[in-house]
């Protein structure tokens, strides 16, 4: 009862962790430990609890804190939860009598002085279960009851059956007259329970006549007494026989013993005896054997003590015969044997750090010995073609230095060799400027060097002087990194299996230094030309012609090539210089053109210029191959044409056109010349292009010409003149997209070509346009003032006659024929529609009426005249062209 109350009290609560609720403990014991690891905080020798409510334990002031009585504290606080408890709150903290008398939760307690001293004088304490002992239910008894069961059911069996030799007689029927209960046969029989006093004395409380019932009562515990005294005899009766077997076979027993004493004293005379003839002697073999082999270890121990006291002077002899790998690995191998087999020798305390010391000097050593002999060979003079002098000497020293695995002597090599090239190109520069004329002193030291330039005449000398020598010298360089790849791979320095050895990673990272460091001086030597070769923007500095541009494009190309066939290394910088000089070239010579077709345009008086056979040369060579050859030749020798004869058609254009042509042909030759900077080549063409487009329109369409040049009035033979040389510039147009279509068709971007050409083509239209309203204008002013009457030709068609002629007079040398007709047709068309008009004004019909007569004839005398011009042909009717004029 009491157990159940006790249990009914406490509830395991180390299944789960209140602020873990995702984790499951399986016993009491890892519950422990997680709150011990997760859910504490250590200081020193204490361990403060944590479990509870907001990180702080209620029961955090009980108990001893440090680290052997925490267990405890988690096992009395946190490994059960108390049924009847209330959480801790500060009247916990008292423990006197006073706070015992008055506390809160008990009330008041009026018998505590009057209590009877016994069991319930104190509270019961309870006493939780031990968690190191597992839980026992009927499922760990089943395998048990299941092989004892059957046992029983034998016991049973063998109980129930009549013995076998009985010296008490006892009847079935004896036995079952009285049955003793089971009470009776139990280990306590507690008379003070009612329940257990009522079956032991039975009716005793219920009988009104008291001394029957004792009686009565005294005969059945005399009957059951009597029943047990007769199966105690029984038992001994069953169990005699076994009794008197053992004292019967005490004396044998006591034989066997004797001899077995005496056979175990045999045993251990005969083990002695083997022991003193066999077993000695061989294991005094052994310890002889141990100590010989402990005696040999000694002497090679010496031995190797001997050796590593030669160790220093083997060192000395070793690197003067410059054997540095050799003498490295004898330190290594020194060092490894003073650190394992001889770690424990007192006189050997101070060589390793000796050892270390001398390597450091070797490394020191090699490093001056590897920058004297990278400074001979850089600096040997240009015309020596040899690889490496003295070969062997900087394989023992690059050997040496990479057994180190020390690779700062590719910093070494690196800074060397960028003197060496600095050296060369201040060489070149020296000699370029001591020819310049001048008295001005030229200090090339310290910052001044790198604010030097060439003139452009200067740069092409330089490149031309300064390649051969940059690449021997990168020659030489690559024939010593080459050579250091090659040491890289020997076993010697790598090491072998009784050494370290190097990974593949230390072996990849000495190639791909080596790639960056001349990838590295590639860009160095690149950078330091570009600077030279990068101009100012004084006339000085500006090239004369495209020529110059051309063989300084030349030979940045063979520079750049030459240099990434040796390297590998694409390095652009020289690209860029080139493209920053030709952009500058290029700008101000577009600024020079941009200003003489300015000044042409504005004193150009519009009228027909001769074209020079220089022009004329080259525009035949181009109709010749239908392109724009790849060199242009001017040839000279010959007389001035009248006209620009293109493809076998003759041209009459201005001199600002012929100006623009020879631009526009000049910046082609460019575009081949210096690739890098076509798009804005194509910029400048196309603005050059506007330029012109829009000057003529404002001077001529616009009569700016009147005011610009002195001219007295824009006539139709300077607007004609203007539409030709649009005419020549749209057919220059499809060749110089064609051109740069075929040299740079990927890198361009060539819309604005149709734009213009749209331009070009409606300013064309305005111009006929222009002359067709014009000579209209006229002639509908002669129509005004006629009247048909007599005399036929009148004076109004003889002048419209003589207009006409005129005009055919001052378009013949300059347009085509078929063009001229195609204006004489639109003029003609508007004269028909204001002839039509002042008819209808006239109320002129033809209906056969000497009006209608006089009009026919007009318009023949008219129409004689537009044949004889060439407007119409011969074989046209009248009646035919003028069939529309009467229609309304």
């Known amino acids: 009862m009491e157990d159940k109350s006790l249990s009914s009290k406490t509830t395991p609560t180390w299944q789960n962790c209140v602020h873990c609720p995702s984790l499951l403990f399986s016993s009491a014991l890892e519950f422990e430990r997680h709150v011990k690891d997760k859910h504490s905080l250590k200081e020193g020798s204490i361990i403060l609890c944590q479990y509870g409510q907001n990180g702080i334990c209620s029961a955090l002031q009980f108990g001893d804190l440090r680290k052997a009585g925490f267990k405890y504290h988690v096992r009395e606080y946190h490994l059960y939860a108390k049924g009847n408890s209330e959480d801790w709150t500060f009247y916990s903290s008292s423990q006197n009598l006073p706070a015992v008398l008055n506390d809160p939760n008990k009330g008041k307690q009026s018998n505590f002085f009057t209590k009877t001293w016994g069991d319930s004088f104190v509270e019961k304490i309870e006493i939780h279960p031990s968690p190191y002992l597992p839980d026992i239910g009927l499922s760990h008894f089943e395998s048990y009851c299941k092989k004892i069961s ?15 030799k009985s010296k008490l007689k006892v009847t079935v029927a004896e036995e079952n007259i009285c049955e003793v209960p089971n009470i009776f046969y139990s280990q306590t029989l507690p008379l003070n329970d009612p329940q257990i006093f009522s079956q032991v004395f039975p009716g005793l409380s219920k009988s009104s006549d008291s001394s029957s019932a004792i009686r009565s009562l005294q005969e059945t515990l005399s009957t059951y007494l009597d029943v047990i005294e007769m199966k105690i005899s029984k038992q001994v009766a069953q169990k005699s026989d076994a009794f008197f077997h053992a004292m019967l076979s005490h004396d044998t027993i006591m034989e066997q013993m004797a001899k077995a004493v005496k056979t175990v004293q045999n045993t251990r005379c005969n083990i002695t005896t083997v022991k003193n003839n066999l077993t000695q002697c061989p294991l005094q073999l052994i310890s002889f054997t141990r100590i010989n082999n402990n005696l040999n270890n000694v002497h090679e121990l010496l031995k190797l003590i001997g050796t590593v006291q030669q160790t220093q002077p083997m060192i000395q002899l070793l690197l003067s015969t410059s054997d540095y790998v050799a003498a490295l690995d004898l330190i290594s191998s020194t060092q490894k044997v003073l650190s394992t087999r001889l770690s424990g020798i007192q006189a050997f305390r101070h060589l390793s750090p000796q050892l270390t010391e001398m390597r450091r000097l070797i490394h020191k050593m090699l490093s001056n010995e590897f920058l004297r002999f990278v400074v001979t060979d850089l600096n040997r003079p240009l015309i020596d073609h040899t690889d490496l002098p003295d070969r062997d000497k900087i394989v023992s020293i690059v050997s040496g230095i990479l057994r180190l695995k020390e690779f700062d002597f590719l910093d070494i090599f690196k800074a060397e060799a960028m003197t060496s090239i600095q050296a060369t190109i201040k060489q070149c520069v020296i000699e370029i400027i001591s020819e310049r004329d001048g008295n001005n002193e030229i200090v090339l030291r310290g910052s001044q060097s790198d604010n030097t330039w060439l003139m452009c005449n200067e740069g092409i000398v330089f490149l031309q002087k300064v390649t051969p020598n940059l690449v021997i010298i990168f020659k030489r360089i690559l024939c010593l990194s080459s050579l ?34 001349i990838g590295s001086l590639s860009d160095y030597c690149n950078e330091r030309c570009a600077n030279l070769i990068v101009t100012k923007t004084d006339k000085d500095y500006i090239f004369s012609d495209l020529t110059q541009l051309a063989k300084l494009t030349e030979l940045i190309d063979t520079f750049s090539n030459e240099c990434e066939k040796i390297t590998g290394h694409y390095s652009n910088t020289m690209k860029l210089a080139l493209r920053s000089v030709a952009m500058k070239y290029i700008q101000s010579l577009h600024t020079e ?34 392109k724009i050859p790849h060199t242009l030749q001017y040839e000279s020798g010959k007389p001035d044409g009248k006209y620009l004869v293109i493809n076998k058609e003759n041209y009459a254009v201005v001199a600002t056109v012929q100006l623009l042509i020879k631009i526009l042909l000049e910046y082609c030759d460019a575009t081949k010349q210096s690739p890098d900077i076509v798009q804005y080549l194509v910029h400048c063409m196309l603005e050059l292009i506007r330029l012109f487009n829009s000057r003529c329109c404002l001077l001529v369409l ?54 213009i050409e749209n331009d070009l083509v409606s300013h064309k239209q305005e111009i006929e346009n222009k002359i067709c309203i014009i000579v209209s204008t006229m002639l509908s002013s002669q129509l005004t003032s006629w009247d048909a009457k007599p005399p036929v030709p009148s004076q109004t068609f003889r002048n419209i006659s003589k207009h006409l002629v005129k005009l055919h007079e001052a378009l013949i040398d300059i347009l085509p024929i078929e063009q001229i007709r195609s204006i004489y047709m639109k003029v003609h068309d508007n004269f028909k529609d204001k002839l039509r008009e002042q008819l209808v004004k006239m109320n002129i019909v033809a209906n056969g009426s000497p ?16 044949k004889t011009l060439r407007i119409i042909n011969e074989n046209d009717t009248e009646d035919n062209i003028l069939y529309d004029i009467w229609l309304n």
């Open 702 to 755: 616009g009569a700016g010409a009147i005011q610009s040049a002195g001219l007295k009035t824009i006539s139709t033979s300077n607007l004609a003149l203007v539409s030709r040389s649009l005419q020549v510039v749209l057919w220059l147009l499809p060749l110089i997209l064609d051109l740069l279509d075929k040299l740079h068709s990927k890198e361009l971007t060539l819309n604005g070509f149709t734009n």
């Open 593 to 626: 053109r941009r200003m003489q077709l300015t000044n042409t345009l504005n004193a150009e008086r519009w009228k027909i210029a001769d074209v020079p056979y220089e022009l004329q040369s080259v525009v035949h060579k181009i109709c010749e191959f239908g």
């Open 851 to 866: 009006q209608h007569g006089v009009v026919t004839s007009e318009l023949t005398f008219y129409l004689q005249t537009l």
């Open 484 to 517: 250091i790849l090659d040491i890289s791979q020997m076993d010697d320095v790598t090491g072998n299996e009784s050494e370290e050895m190097w990974t593949q990673e230390e072996i990849a990272s000495i190639s791909d230094k080596i790639k960056k460091m």
């Open 150 to 164: 059957r046992r029983y059911r034998r016991h049973c069996q063998l109980k129930e059956a009549p013995p076998v």
